[in-house]
């Protein structure tokens, strides 16, 4: 067998991984990105977008649990979700599990995305036929600015924040999110890894605070993410996402109640972050 190796090409991390390759499924480049499928013998199969690893089969449901059901289920009947990128559907597939869920837009720039995802990740793309999603293939940005609904929670599964990804961390787009949440409602991102990106996790929280008025953060585990330690930022309109309101649903892998209660960080911290120039706890 021939040493095929991946290194990534993490935007902002200061190491590289790199990760074996048995075998090449699919390479192809759309209107947005390059994509390529491969398989490692650890991981399983990845999505490899732009040289940058999305997920694997072996831990994505870490991420698509965490980013979907800690804002769900911090409310007692979410109806109206609209989840920006996240095409591949690993976080649908988490959205539609909440029975009172009645609407669930997607929104990715990208409709290959969702093509390569049901043709080699089918235990991702599993809930994008559910009847509730509407498929919108379009920016983020122009969404949200269009959007005359209302939604109960507005989740950002994009890529990292580079390219056309950065118009979804303006205080514009969350300044629009903020106005097309109800009262209870939530708006959740991706906001990087505190070990290698803090600034990044700060400006993104101070970008927030600036349009909500309540911003928080959390963190889950994700192996195959820069650093790890990987982080999603809130805003909402007052309402505390900390707490669970109702018993989860199932099945999940990773999320309960307990994960979702000990997931935010303690004030301290949380104000040892929000400190000017520091760069680490
Ligand atoms: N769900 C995965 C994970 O575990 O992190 C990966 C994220 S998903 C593949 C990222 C998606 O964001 C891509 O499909 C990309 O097309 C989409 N995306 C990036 N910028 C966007 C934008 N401005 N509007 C809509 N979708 C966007």
Redesign the pocket.
Known sequence: MADVRLFEKDPYAPIQYGYEVTEVLYRGTSE??EFAVVVNPFFGRM?I?DGVV??TERD?FY??EMLAHVPLHAMAAPETVVV?????G??IREVVKHPSVKKAYL????PE?TRVSQAYFPTVASGLDDPRVEHCP????RFLAEFEGKADVILV???DIVG??K??FTPEFFGRARSILGPGGAFVT?SESLHFHFPIVREVQQTLRASFPCADLYTAPIATYAGNWWCFAVGTNGASLRVPARAPVTPTRYYCGDIHRSAFLPPFLYDRLMEDGRESF
């Open positions: 947005y990105q999505l977008l999305q997920f994505e991420y698509h920006i990128g996240g095409g591949d690993g976080v929104v990715d720039i990208d995305v379009m920016d983020g940005a599964d994009s890529t056309f990804a118009s979804l991706l």
